[in-house]
């Protein structure tokens, strides 16, 4: 009797779900950048990228133009893609683009409902964890969600979504500040811990404050007076 050959529907999923060649050689790369693993500064070839993912040198060229579309590389013919360095303009209009939410959205999150509260104790609860353990890449994704519910609890699509265009941003500035200051994620959790105090005291004024003192500590870490 013949054996039976694989149709779609006796395929592994795992064969059918697998992504193209160059998302995953984009995804590779996007998370080492936003992890440090590709510190800026860090000159990327082709031919290294597609021996680290196992794929051809077309699919690279295709996910390394895309990134630098995101500001994340600087492409140079034949020579490679250059990890760009986060700059203290970049900080600066992060900076500035978050107070301005954050700020509004703090502040329109008194009185804050129960889930809301719940939600960021987990939050804050996970990142100590992750703090601890020194899983700083892990504790900044966390520390981008506490403030995320935040802004998404006003019920303003655009600003989540305004928001949300930052991500990747927040996530390379904080691991990067995390390492090369690793006290302040101490500081961190003192002032998530008083984002949340505030908010369950329905002070909408106090949780606006601490929520300036916070994010502005990257304006002061852009201008070189950290304090």
């Not at 779900?17 to 936003?34: D, F, I, S, T």
Request: some cysteine; aromatic content about 4%.
């Amino acid at each position: 009797m013949p054996a039976a050959t694989a149709t779609p529907a006796t395929r592994p999923a795992t064969a059918l779900k697998r992504p193209p060649a160059a998302e995953r050689v984009y995804a590779h790369v996007k998370q080492a950048v936003l992890e440090r693993r590709y510190e800026g500064g860090t000159l990327l070839t082709e031919g290294e990228l597609a021996e680290a993912v196992g794929v051809s040198r077309t699919p690279v060229r295709e996910a390394l133009l895309k990134l630098e579309v995101e500001g994340l590389l600087r492409l140079y013919p034949k020579k490679g893609a250059l990890v760009l360095p986060v700059s203290a303009q970049e900080i600066a209009d992060v900076v500035e683009t978050r107070l301005l939410v954050e700020t509004h959205a703090v502040r329109k999150a008194v009185p804050a409902p129960a889930s809301l509260l719940t939600r960021l104790g987990e939050l804050l609860d996970k990142q100590r964890v992750q703090a601890a353990a020194g899983d700083f890449a892990a504790a900044a994704v966390t520390d981008r969600c506490f403030h995320a519910e935040i802004v998404r609890s006003g019920g303003n699509e655009i600003l989540s979504r305004l928001y949300d265009q930052l991500r990747d941003r927040q996530l390379r500035m904080g691991v990067a500040v995390m390492h090369s200051h690793p006290d302040r994620i101490a500081k961190t959790l003192a002032e998530h811990e008083e984002i949340l105090a505030a908010l369950v005291a329905g002070d909408a004024e106090a949780a606006v404050a601490v929520v300036t003192r916070h994010v502005g500590w990257f304006q002061n870490l852009a201008r070189g007076e950290v304090r």
